[in-house]
């Protein structure tokens, strides 16, 4: 026998409202309603239930609010519907009551195309309802509506235990267009969600082609635990990166003449003073290829005598000729030195052979006024203005105009090997009247040029250009040589990996700003995944001089993280210590899915993170089984608990809880025999680079 619409509502209702703010409701429940399983929507289901969803009717719709807690109290006998003789003996009698959190509208809504009539559910409340209104258990339906709601929903991500295992779907340009935080413990499932999200995702795209073809999709994942490098074998196209190459996994190559002034400096421990300043230069010099070996000795000087404009100019502005002792000293020795850059060749011409010569007696008339008992080293601001006259007429005459005397950007990815650099920072420490004080630099510098393994990562020996890197790591047009990249970090030396990591995270985001650049403001959608966020975007002192390579490495990932999304660039972060994060970082991030947190510094940092009234459901996140996790954000209509769906263990990164006892017991729980030989010597001589086959 079929019920009314009226009769149906109220055999729903499970209480009143006692008492209303904006940001809670409280409600009084009734002895009818549900004490453990709800048999009145139509289906079994759990209630009252922590973090579960209710419905009180408003004019919109519904209101839908969430179950933040549940208590009981004393109480005199309730006044039951349909009961005449209440009151009768006035003892006490335990009352329920639970506070609610609203979070949105939930409407009937007409869709435009097909004309059906579904729910649909929105964040934001327009009017809250008063003390007094009946507040209601939702049906099956309007729970999937709820948790489904949404446009653009693509990816399947997991279901919903709250609201009857409805499917949990999500709009990949919400997801990976305002950046992604995946938080939680270690073996909470982080690994397998990020690795689950690229899979499905990937997935789904492919079935949306109408040709079945690869997507246009670009993931970069920089591995530094080396746990993804098999969880995409099944996939097409992969490309894995490693330190040391095997079967399917080609040489990780990141060229020392990718990195910029900033990382040199950093890598360097470059001093501020006298370091710096000539490295910068050193990098403008070997840029531009003066120290390539394939230029005239014409080009030569004029790059010379470009040189000491510059240097000449700085020194002007600095004041130093004619300052305090002993700063005119200093540059009179530097002039001396300039003197002896500055000799004829064979091949000059008459010109330019005279225009050295007037350099040459004008820095010889200095050096003859200043070489009595007791000299006095100042310069006039004409002596400079009449020297750099000279040089700049010079550098004229050997082909030189005024563009050039604007120095080459010192960040420009051009072509040099470590041996030229160094060379480029003697030459350049000389004519500043430095060089004792690069010896330290210098040396860093040649630890990484005799590093075997670095030598191979910094494409020391192979002529890698440019494009052939980007098309390699980020991927070539229509991802026709696959979507996915997997860079492992595991083997870079600890000193170098925030620098390497550094660099492809800058190359990939400068690589986005061109393209826009180059294609009328389209974006190229790309999507950084860095594991370990933690170690790589760790919180840093703004206020230090001296910049450290992770500080180099954490401020490239804040830039991209306040400017990649208007080049197309998502960042997908994975950490077990948000605590440590950067908050610029993580402040820029837009969507959270959040695994089990049991540390209390990170559930505090969570709670601030989170903009929604979310209280009860953050409360939940210490105690959050593996595969769960809590989805909010931009990413998602309402805070939602997902239950992630299930990869295959071949599907999984490798980041799997060490087997004790089956190691201790020499078998695991489905019986089968588990051996761990270890022979040391293998080990050994792979850690000294030993090359057994000459020994032998």
Not at 58 to 73: F, K, N, P, R, Y
């Amino acid at each position: 026998m079929s019920i009314s619409p009226m009769a149906y509502a109220d055999a729903l209702r499970i209480g009143t409202i006692d008492f209303v703010s904006p940001d809670e409701i409280k409600v009084l429940l009734e002895i009818e309603a549900p004490d453990g399983v709800a048999l009145n929507t139509g289906t079994p289901r759990p209630f009252p239930r922590i973090n579960g969803y209710v419905l009180i009717p408003s004019d919109e719709g519904h209101l839908v609010a969430q179950v933040e807690w549940i208590t009981v109290e004393r109480s005199q006998y309730p006044k039951r519907r349909g009961m005449q003789d209440f009151g009768l003996v006035d003892l006490p009698y335990p009352l329920r009551k639970m506070s609610l959190n609203p979070l949105g509208s939930l409407s009937y809504d007409t869709s435009e195309t097909t004309g059906s009539q579904n729910y649909r559910f929105w964040r934001g409340v327009e009017s809250y309802p008063t003390v007094g209104d009946s507040v209601l258990l939702p049906t099956q339906n309007q729970l999937r509506a709820i948790v489904e709601s949404g446009d653009n929903r693509h990816v399947m991500i997991g279901t919903s235990p709250l609201a009857a295992n409805a499917e949990v779907r999500v709009d990949p340009d919400r997801l990976f267009g305002r950046h992604l935080a995946v938080l939680g413990n270690t073996g909470s499932g982080k690994s397998c969600s990020v690795s689950g999200l690229i899979r499905w995702s990937m997935h789904a795209a492919k079935e949306a082609r109408s040709d079945g073809s690869t997507p246009n999709a670009r993931f970069i994942v920089l591995d530094p635990n080396g746990e993804y490098s098999n969880t995409f074998r099944d996939m097409s196209k992969v490309r894995v990166f490693a330190v040391e190459p095997d079967e399917n996994v080609e040489q990780l190559q990141v060229p020392l003449w990718f990195w910029n002034s900033e990382e040199w400096s950093a890598f360097t421990q470059a001093s501020p003073k006298a370091q710096q300043p000539t490295l910068v230069q050193a990098l403008r010099a070997v840029r531009e290829g003066v120290f390539t070996g394939t230029v005239t000795h014409s080009h030569e000087m004029r790059r010379y005598l470009r040189t000491l404009v510059s240097i000449l100019q700085l020194e002007r502005n600095a004041g130093s000729p004619w300052g305090k002792f002993p700063h005119p000293k200093n540059f009179f020795e530097k002039l001396k030195k300039w003197q002896d850059g500055l000799g004829n060749h064979e091949s000059f011409s008459t010109d330019e052979t005279a225009a050295l010569e007037n350099i040459r007696d004008k820095i010889a008339a200095f050096v003859s006024e200043r070489s009595n008992q007791y000299p006095t080293y100042e310069f006039t601001r004409g002596d400079i203005d009449e020297l750099l006259a000279l040089i700049q007429t010079a550098h004229a005459i050997f082909g030189g105009s005024d563009t050039d005397n604007l120095p080459i950007d010192a960040d420009v990815p051009r072509q040099f090997s470590g041996d030229q650099l160094l060379r480029s920072i003697e030459a350049t420490a000389e004519l500043l009247g430095v060089s004792e004080y690069v010896e330290t630099m210098q040396m860093r510098i040649r630890t990484i040029l005799s590093d075997s393994r670095m030598k191979v990562v910094s494409g020391e020996d192979t002529e890698l250009t440019l494009d052939d890197w980007l098309r390699n790591y980020i991927g070539d047009s229509q991802a026709s040589n696959g979507s996915i990249t997997v860079i492992d970090l595991s083997l870079v030396p600890a000193e170098m990996v925030h620098v390497i990591t550094s660099v492809i995270a800058r190359m990939t985001l400068e690589a986005q700003q061109r393209y826009r650049k180059l294609n009328r403001g389209k974006t190229l959608p790309t999507t950084l995944v860095m594991e370990e966020a933690h170690t790589f975007i760790k919180r840093y002192n703004h206020d230090g001089k001296d910049q450290n390579s992770a500080a180099i490495c954490c401020q490239v990932f804040e830039k991209i993280a306040r400017e990649g999304r208007k080049f197309g660039l998502g960042l997908v972060l994975s950490s077990q210590r948000p605590s440590e994060l950067s908050p610029t970082v993580l402040s820029q991030c837009n969507s959270f899915l959040m695994h089990r947190i049991s540390n209390d510094r990170d559930q505090d940092l969570v709670h601030k993170l989170v903009p929604d009234n979310l209280r009860g459901l953050l409360r939940d996140l210490p105690s959050l089984p593996s595969r769960h996790a809590i989805l909010l954000g931009w990413a998602s209509e309402l805070p939602v608990l997902v239950q992630m769906r299930a990869l295959p263990e071949h599907h999984r990164p490798k980041s799997d809880d060490p087997d004790f006892w089956a190691v201790w017991t020499g078998q695991n729980s489905k019986g089968e025999t588990v051996e761990r030989e270890v022979d040391w010597k293998a080990i050994a001589e792979d850690w000294q680079q030993v090359d057994t086959s000459i020994q032998d």
